[in-house]
């Protein structure tokens, strides 16, 4: 298969996000699986006032971040260091998961286990993006934790904060769910990850950016990946592009590299997927196969924290997401699924099998979670008119 004469229209479709006014930079790389077609573009600033990206510049992954998360697990429950069914309460410490899932005076903590975790299903708010409800004790901080750093400025941040922030701020959005049943309920949490980072982190002894590196970043000479504020080696990481919340700057190293979030580029991210699907990673094929079942449908988002989060008509594996617009959206012109995924500052790393095409970008800004969505069907639809 080759996509012959696809290039003009990725530079295109890339010009057409870039000149989205609260854009002020833009990766985009386009890889067949077979090794026989590439194309990668860039747009804007590394900084601002900066020179243009190019096309191998490192960026912030955000959300990307949880399919390595997932990977780790996965490879610990290959080896016997953790089970899927290993209840969150006998893997961390008490100071952290005492009432962490407490709903309608009922303390469901107990049943949480990592599967809940990685589904996102064990149904804690998220931390980051959940407001405290508008019940409670009158004077009562109402923002958002994404609020309060945007208002107040950057801070670090570890696992005891997000376990007093869920425990004493927010509320459970549903009860741990039974995955295989009917009708399951599952809502994006980034505290399912945080949760999951301190788990590795408790049975290795270690940092988890050390145990990354072992599983991850050194087996599969990820050079240009790293935590921020964690360098490898000695090669020094390349300036990340500026974040943006709107017009005005993101800056956040403490906080970014509290939460383990990854900068990376296109080349090592879809390197790494591909290791993922095609057995370069784990050691049984069937561990990327369990990561892909059951899939379980987001719902429509309801309340402001959902708006910003993954939703429908988006699916959700163990650490990663699948995504197909519906038929009745694009009724004369389908275009292929895809699976991967994306973060909340519009960054994307998917597959899409039936063309055997690798998709990852970025266009770092924190109010453009949906562009992957909006952009993919787009270039899905390019390489199905160019290939021959």
């Given amino acids: 298969m080759t996509f012959d004469g696809l290039e003009p229209k990725l530079e295109s479709l890339l010009d057409e996000v ?14 067949s699986g077979r090794g026989d077609f590439l194309w990668a573009g860039a747009r ?21 971040t949880k399919l390595f998360i997932a990977a780790v697990v996965m490879r610990l429950v290959e080896d016997g260091e953790l089970t899927l069914e290993d209840r969150l309460v006998d893997r961390l410490p008490g100071a952290i ?42 004077g009562r901080d109402r923002r958002s934790l994404v609020d309060l750093l945007l208002q107040e400025g950057d801070r670090d941040w570890t696992l005891d904060d997000t376990a007093r922030r869920v425990r004493e701020s927010l509320t459970p959005h549903f009860p741990p769910q039974r995955l295989r049943d009917p009708g399951v309920r599952i809502r994006y949490s980034d505290t399912n990850y945080q949760l999951l980072i301190g788990i590795v982190e408790e ?3 270690t940092s988890f950016a050390e145990v990354l590196k072992a599983l991850i970043l050194e087996p599969l000479e990820l050079a240009d990946t790293w935590i921020p504020g964690h360098p490898r080696g000695e090669r020094l990481p390349g300036e990340v592009p500026t974040l943006y919340a709107g017009p005005e700057v993101v800056d956040f190293p403490r906080f970014f590299a509290s939460i383990i979030d990854l900068n ?21 094929p069937a561990t ?12 429509f988002p309801l309340d402001r924290a959902a708006i910003r989060q993954p939703s429908w008509p988006i699916e959700y594996g163990l650490g990663v997401m699948r995504f197909h617009l519906p038929r009745a959206f694009t009724p004369l012109r389908p275009v292929p699924g895809v699976i991967g995924h994306t973060g909340s500052t519009g960054t994307w790393l998917l597959h899409a099998r039936e063309l055997d095409l690798y998709l990852s970008g970025a266009v770092n800004q924190i109010t453009a979670g949906a562009v992957p969505f909006r952009l993919v069907p787009k270039v899905l639809r390019a390489a199905m008119a160019a290939r021959r």
């Avoid at 990327?288 to 719902?299: G, Y």
């Fill in 288 to 299: 990327w196969e369990r990561m892909q079942a059951p899939w379980n449908r987001f719902s």
């Fill in 264 to 284: 990376s580029t296109s080349d090592d991210l879809i390197r790494f997927f591909m290791a993922v699907e095609r057995g370069g990673l784990f050691r049984s």
């Fill in 18 to 31: 870039f000149a989205r006014k609260e854009i002020h930079s833009a990766t985009m790389t386009v890889a």
């Fill in 203 to 205: 049975r290795r002894d």
């Fill in 97 to 138: 998961t005492h009432r962490l899932h407490v709903m309608d005076g009922n303390d469901r903590t107990e049943s949480i286990t990592v599967e809940h975790l990685l589904a996102h299903a064990s149904g804690l708010p998220d931390f980051i993006e959940d407001h405290p409800p508008k019940r409670g004790p009158a």
């Fill in 44 to 64: 804007g600033e590394t900084s601002p006032g900066g020179p243009a990206t190019k096309p191998d510049t490192p960026w912030f992954t955000a959300s990307i």
